[in-house]
């Protein structure tokens, strides 16, 4: 298995999540990535796959304080973000921290809420901050947000627009499991909840300093380059209407070097991209009318732009 190559402590974590969900390997290993580089998370799938599960698995295993919103068109920016009270004994108004004061916020069907609300997060998200009545208050450090959304049950729902979709990380999907792997969730659930079986492997302060020994690893000058002439393709192609901005690259390099430091390198090398490239670029391009009427699809797309970059020898 792949993540059976990993930093120990990395695969410490990713060996606590399989007992509670079953999903690929690459799917764990992922989502760590975006939490060790600082990122955030948007998971796309159907109901029922393990998305709760999988977030409370990880801020089970890395000691993240937790919280979850299902969203629906009546939560307000205030339920996320927190709000003021006057306190009679002070005189004053007292901060109420919202429920993204914490370290792992999911979101869950963030397309179910209105734009205002779904604003207010991932204003948080940007600026590691939340503003209230004119006062800052700081995000707890760690801090990631892992938003989900049904593709398929779009009706009455706010799709994210192109400018918030950018900035999420990475894209991931579930999918529904095999059928082996399907029995086996069947026999984990009789007993009981898998995810209460979950250990610490990682206090606070680890999981702080894995992200500042990420931020650390080196990315060489042709690496750079082809991340950049990845974007520019992008936007040159004639089928891309709106192609990768300067901070989809920023946030490749980003999870590049936590798929490096995650695998015992200092040094990210091509495979590093290729293993990222379509999760960090695909929900960030808009295909262009005549695309979507031939049947391309965005990862179609950027399979052609992959194809048309030359590639640079492995690097260290």
């Not at 399907?182 to 007993?191: A, D, M, S, W, Y």
């Not at 798929?259 to 590093?272: C, L, T």
């Not at 808009?286 to 020898?313: F, I, N």
Request: net charge neutral; aromatic share 6%; proline share 7%.
């Amino acid at each position: 298995r792949e993540s059976d190559m990993l930093q120990p402590k990395a695969l410490a974590v990713i060996s606590e999540g399989r007992k509670a969900i079953l999903v690929k390997d690459s799917v764990f290993c992922k989502l760590l990535m975006a939490i060790l580089s600082r990122g955030h998370i948007l998971l796309e799938d159907n109901p029922g796959v393990g998305k709760t599960t999988l977030a409370l698995a990880f801020s089970k295993a890395m000691s993240l304080q937790y919280n979850r919103v299902q969203f629906t068109p009546e939560v307000m920016p205030a339920d996320v973000v927190g709000f003021s009270v006057w306190d009679r004994d002070t005189g004053g108004f007292t901060y109420r921290p919202g429920a993204a004061l914490c370290n792992l916020f999911l979101a869950d069907e963030i397309n179910r809420t209105s734009a205002k609300t779904q604003s207010a997060l991932l204003e948080a998200m940007e600026e590691g901050q939340v503003t209230v009545d004119s006062v800052s208050h700081p995000l707890p450090r760690p801090f990631t947000v892992i938003a989900t959304q049904n593709p398929l049950g779009t009706a009455g729902t706010q799709p994210l627009p192109e400018s918030q979709l950018d900035r999420f990380m990475l894209r991931l999907s579930i999918g529904y499991p095999s059928l082996e792997q399907e029995v086996l969730i069947l026999k984990q659930t009789e007993g009981g909840r898998p995810v209460d079986s979950i250990r610490r492997v990682a206090t606070l302060e680890e999981v702080l300093q894995m992200q500042e020994e990420v931020a650390q690893v080196h990315v060489a000058e042709e690496l750079y380059r082809f991340v950049a002439q990845l974007c520019a393709a992008t936007r040159e192609h004639p089928l891309i209407r709106m192609g990768a901005s300067p901070r989809a690259g920023g946030a490749l390099v980003r999870a590049c070097r936590a798929s490096a430091w995650m695998a015992g390198r200092d040094y990210i090398i091509p495979e590093d991209i290729r293993l990222l490239y379509y999760n960090a670029l695909e929900h960030r391009i808009v295909p262009d009318p005549q695309a979507r009427l031939s049947g391309r699809t965005p990862h179609a797309l950027l399979a052609e732009v992959w194809e048309s970059v030359p590639s640079p020898k492995a690097v260290g």
